[in-house]
Every structure is written in C-alpha cells, then in structure tokens.
C-alpha cells in the first residue's frame, strides 16, 4: 500500500466553526507533514511530526493545532479560521524526516472559509 | 538561501511530441531532487526521485536527469499524451530537511 488517504475531500466552514481534517498512511512512515497550497503556488509547509513528535512548527498561527495520535494517523484541527486560511491541504509522508526520503503526498483536502 | 526555478512558466506541445521541462537551483548542496505532478485541484504525485549521487532515473516514458554542478534537472517527458496535461513541479531538500519548491511548470498536451 503507497497511498495516503485524506480525508474529507471538501469542507465548508465558517469563522466560528471547529472542524479536523484527517490523514492517513500505512506505508510504515515515520514523519507526516500537513502543507498548506493556495491557488497557482507550491505547497507551503505547515507541520512535521517525526517519530509521532512535532518537529517542526513553521510559524502557524494557533488556529491550526496539529495532532499525531500514532503513526499512521495525523489530524489537523481548525478552529476560527479566516477566509485567507480557505486553500488545498495536502498531507504527506515520508520513511523518515531525512534528506534522502523521498514524500508521498495525499489527495488533499479543500477547505473554504465563509 | 537556495533557490528553485522552473522555466517555462508553461508548456503547450502537440501530443507525441517528446518534451523537456527544466528545473534549476541556486546551492548545488542537495541531497535529492524530486519531481512531481499535480492536476488541477489535487494532491501531488511523486513521480522520480534523484539523489545527489546520481545523475538519472527512469520511469517509463519519464527521465529525470541531474547536474549539481550546474545547478539543474531536467525532466524529458517522451511521445508526449493529452493524460500528460498537468502541472509539473520539482523540488529540492532544504535545510531541516524541507523541501524547496520551484513554482512549477503547467503543460498542455494537445490532442
């Protein structure tokens, strides 16, 4: 299995609402990454969780809390977003946080902010 | 501060013609250099990875080739199909381990 799965494809949120996005990969990688993709750019990383630790935070505001509940699992939760958080959020993983491993990427999630 | 630059902007080629997308980079210290795929409004596929110590791979009608020393990569798509149409991006590891992406080539293959 080479896949990560996302999930949902499509969320509709207000400003007020809390909802997750979810990932998932049993391909037995170590480190997961959440980036953030607007409209004709390269995906900006957000996240990275190595051995089910964040490792890297890449200045994220708090409306975005990330979360790793075991190897194969990583959630982004959101809450009082604004409608400049609306994007594509793509998933990834990799074998392990180095610089040879090669990143698997989901179908990700596109989210708009009412 | 390393920098990725894909030239052309974007690409539109009759389809069965064999084609080169081209990627170029600032620091020639890297690890790997990976290539990818995205459709409009989806996820990215990885679709060749090169390692810094070598100099192509092959998948298919894909061939990515790498020259550090010069800073560049190309990707030579041949007997190009209209499933081609896609968006092409390459990367490169940065520091902590991030990749650092290049905006992307957009190509069009016409039936």
């Known amino acids: 299995d080479t896949e990560v799965t996302q999930t949902p494809k499509h969320l509709v949120m207000g400003m007020t609402n809390k909802k997750s996005l979810k990932c998932e990969q049993h391909m037995g990688h170590r480190a997961m990454y959440w980036y953030k993709q607007k409209a004709k750019k390269p995906p900006e990383l957000m996240f990275v969780?190595?051995?089910?630790?964040?490792?890297i935070n890449e200045s994220v505001p708090s409306r975005f809390s990330p979360e790793c509940p075991n190897s194969s699992l990583l959630n982004l939760h959101l809450h009082a977003l604004q409608p400049e958080d609306s994007a594509l959020y793509l998933c990834?993983?990799?074998?392990?946080?180095?610089?040879?491993?090669?990143?698997?990427f989901g179908p990700g999630t596109r989210l708009t902010v009412l | 501060k390393q920098e990725v630059t894909q030239i052309p902007a974007a690409l539109s080629v009759p389809e069965g013609e064999n084609l080169v997308l081209n990627c170029s980079f600032t620091?020639?210290?890297?690890?790997?250099l990976q290539w990818f795929r995205q459709d409009p409004g989806k996820g990215l596929t990885s679709l060749l990875l090169i390692q810094s110590s070598q100099r192509e791979q092959t998948s298919g009608r894909l061939n990515a080739s790498l020259d550090k020393s010069s800073g560049r990569s190309t990707l030579y798509i041949a007997a190009s199909q209209p499933g081609d149409s896609a968006t092409y991006l390459c990367a490169v590891d940065g520091s902590n381990y991030q990749l650092i992406w290049g905006a992307g080539t957009k190509l069009i293959i016409k039936p």
């Open positions: 969780y190595s051995y089910e630790k964040l490792s």
């Open positions: 620091d020639s210290a890297i690890y790997n």
């Open positions: 990834a993983s990799s074998q392990g946080q180095g610089a040879f491993d090669e990143q698997f």
